[in-house]
């Protein structure tokens, strides 16, 4: 089992990216978690996004107002919208999945998830 997540590319500050994250092995409505995170060069893995249960959404501060998680288990896909992105954005992005749905305090907590994608890079130039 593994999530894919695609989507990635050379954006301009201010534009907008969608990413894609889909799950080979399993279908994505199995998962009751799913979320995104990122890393930039020489930084840690730091939460992004994601949606803990079905109406439970959570953002970083850093990109609250600005991206749009969304799942669509017709078509076995998760969806991170990316608008306004700043060079700040630019690093590789990670979605993640549980089948149990993780609890409200450690939603942001990268090692609450079971499941990972090999990640797209995202690039913003000022």
């Known amino acids: 089992v593994q999530l894919q997540a695609s989507g990635g590319g050379l954006v301009q500050a201010g534009g907008s990216l969608r990413l894609s994250c889909t799950a080979s092995g399993r279908i994505f409505s199995s998962y009751t978690s799913y979320g995104w995170f990122r890393q930039a060069p020489g930084k840690e893995r730091e939460f992004v996004a994601a949606?803990?249960?079905?109406?439970?959404?959570h953002y970083a501060d850093s990109v609250k107002g600005r991206f749009i998680i969304s799942r669509d288990n017709a078509k076995n896909m998760g969806y991170l919208q990316m608008s306004s992105l700043k060079p700040e954005d630019t690093a590789v992005y990670y979605c993640?999945?549980?089948?149990?749905?993780?609890?409200?305090?450690?939603?942001?907590?990268?090692?609450?998830?079971?499941?990972w994608g090999q990640g797209t890079l995202v690039t913003v130039s000022s």
């Open positions: 949606i803990r249960r079905p109406g439970s959404t």
């Open positions: 993640a999945a549980n089948m149990n749905s993780i609890i409200l305090s450690a939603i942001k907590q990268a090692d609450a998830f079971a499941n």
